[in-house]
């Protein structure tokens, strides 16, 4: 089985300030991690993924997640966030082999950056 | 490219009608996936095709739904008969394989 867990509903960070949306999932084999972005009335966006090698993924937008092992976290990170960061954004897993090309997506953390 | 394209954008209908959404996924991927998105339930996957064949529909909610990949280019989700609690936005989104899942627009249901 697997799932993931997005423990925030909302954070707020001010515009210049580093941000961090939280993940945390369990597998029963090697996962593989997921961001996506969604911006009001459009679908997700791919921002990042984590499947092998250097615990430190960089993607879209300045955006980087660290993969944490012995945490079982994969929490998204930005050094200084932007108003137009404001959106929704989910963490999501696949577990290899067990559950084949689906992914589980967490419920959401909405992001709101102020000026 | 155009990426993933689905129609309607939005759909209003009384229920007990028939809905049918579309998708026409990215050239070249082989995965094609249908999601349903609420306030309440957040994100759900509904079910997923591999090169045309359906893998994996326990995500289906009834046998009101159904959904059909007749060739590659092309995927249809249907509700017969629709119900209110139907509403919802309707993703989907496709893949090459075991790499990240690009996803439509949506399709916003909504069922009186």
């Known amino acids: 089985a697997q799932s993931v867990a997005q423990p925030e509903d909302q954070v707020n960070v001010a515009e210049g300030n580093p941000l961090t949306v939280k993940c945390t999932y369990s597998?029963?084999?090697?996962?593989?991690l997921f961001w996506y972005v969604q911006y009001p009335n459009r679908g997700l966006q791919f921002l990042l993924k984590y499947i092998t090698g250097d615990n430190l993924v960089k993607g879209s937008y300045g955006f980087e997640a660290e993969f944490n092992k012995s945490q079982t976290s994969f929490h998204l990170k930005k050094p200084s966030a932007l108003v137009s960061d404001s959106a929704l954004y989910f963490c999501a897993v696949r577990d290899i082999p067990d559950s084949g090309y689906a992914l589980n997506f967490g419920k959401g953390t909405s992001l709101l950056v102020t000026p | 490219d155009a990426g993933v394209i689905q129609s309607p954008r939005h759909e209003v209908t009384e229920m007990g009608q028939e809905v049918t959404l579309r998708c026409k996924p990215i050239s070249g991927h082989d995965y094609l996936f249908w999601y349903r998105q609420t306030m309440m339930r957040g994100l759900e996957l509904l079910i997923y095709f591999n090169n045309n064949v359906p893998i994996d529909d326990s995500g289906m909610p009834e046998d009101r739904f159904s959904a059909k990949m007749p060739n590659a280019s092309f995927s249809t989700l249907k509700i017969q008969p629709s119900e209110p609690r139907d509403s919802a936005v309707y993703f989907c989104?496709?893949?090459?394989?075991?790499?990240?899942?690009?996803f439509g627009p949506g399709t916003r249901l909504t069922v009186l």
């Open positions: 989104a496709s893949s090459v394989s075991s790499n990240e899942q690009f």
């Open positions: 597998v029963s084999g090697n996962p593989y």
